[in-house]
Nanobody, 127 residues
Framework: MVQLVESGGGSVQAGGSLTLSCVAS????????MGWFRQTPGKERERVET???????YHTASVKGRFTVSKDNAKRTLYLQMNSLKPEDTAMYYC??????????????????????WGRGTQVTVS
């Protein structure tokens, strides 16, 4: 079982930056797809940025050019660098992992809530 622990959230003014981190108990087949997802009250959880084990990344249109996902295999850590933050980026951000690459690309993937492993989330507030 993979455990994921996020950190780095907080409050920031519009235009500012934050870096989220997600430490995994292991990087393995179980983490072929890893990514960042976010949710605001009353809305469905949405994919933000994802990365496959080979380093292929996928971006949601609303954050493209502003957010960057990366990972450090030696540190078993997933990152989300967020620049030029906007109030609409305010959400709870979750780290997730699953063996299936389709969760990363979003092509023919099951609902993202069915991903195997989730962190507890870290709150990002942009004002």
């Amino acid at each position: 079982m993979v455990q994921l622990v996020e950190s780095g959230g907080g409050s920031v003014q519009a235009g500012g930056s934050l870096t989220l981190s997600c430490v995994a108990s292991e990087f393995s087949y179980s983490t072929n797809c890893m990514g960042w997802f976010r949710q605001t009250p009353g809305k469905e959880r949405e994919r933000v940025e994802t990365i496959e084990s080979d380093g292929t990344t996928y971006h949601t249109a609303s954050v493209k050019g502003r957010f960057t996902v990366s990972k450090d295999n030696a540190k078993r850590t997933l990152y989300l660098q967020m620049n030029s933050l906007k109030p609409e980026d305010t959400a709870m951000y979750y780290c997730a992992a699953d063996p299936a690459p389709s969760y990363c690309s979003g092509t023919n993937s099951p609902p993202i809530l069915s991903m195997d492993y989730w962190g507890r989330g870290t709150q990002v507030t942009v004002s």
